[in-house]
């Protein structure tokens, strides 16, 4: 069982950035591929970024390219996500996400082991 915690989320104003981290509780973080999703209020979860277990690949939903950056550390069992260049659409409750395998993968389906979530706001 993977337990993981999402901190770094807070109130931030249009143009700024946030680093998200979720630190894993499983020695076995480094054969985990994970993800980060968002979730709105009144929204379906939607999958923001990936990245396999090696951190060698990773993949984004076209509305966060360009500004968002997945990143792991192995030796420390923790995932990133920093965020730049935020915008008011970008505010909704964000999870980190887990599972065995070599893949990235993208689907909430796709995901074994789920965060609390952590909010973000961005103010205009």
């Known amino acids: 069982q993977v337990q993981l915690v999402e901190t770094g989320g807070r109130l931030v104003r249009a143009g700024g950035s946030l680093r998200l981290s979720c630190t894993a509780s499983?020695?076995?973080?480094?054969?985990?591929?994970m993800g980060w999703f968002r979730q709105a209020p009144g929204k379906e979860r939607e999958f923001v970024a990936a990245?396999?277990?090696?951190?060698?690949?990773?993949v984004y939903a076209d509305s966060v390219k360009g500004r968002f950056t997945i990143s792991r550390d192995n030796a420390k069992n923790t995932l990133y996500l920093q965020m730049n260049s935020l915008k008011p659409e970008d505010t909704a409750d964000y999870y980190c996400?887990?599972?065995?395998?070599?893949?990235?993968?993208?689907?909430?389906?796709?995901?074994?082991?789920w965060g609390q979530g952590t909010q973000v706001t961005v103010s205009s």
């Open positions: 996400a887990a599972r065995s395998g070599t893949l990235l993968y993208t689907g909430v389906e796709d995901y074994h082991y």
């Open positions: 990245i396999i277990w090696s951190g060698r690949t990773t």
């Open positions: 499983e020695r076995t973080f480094s054969s985990h591929g």
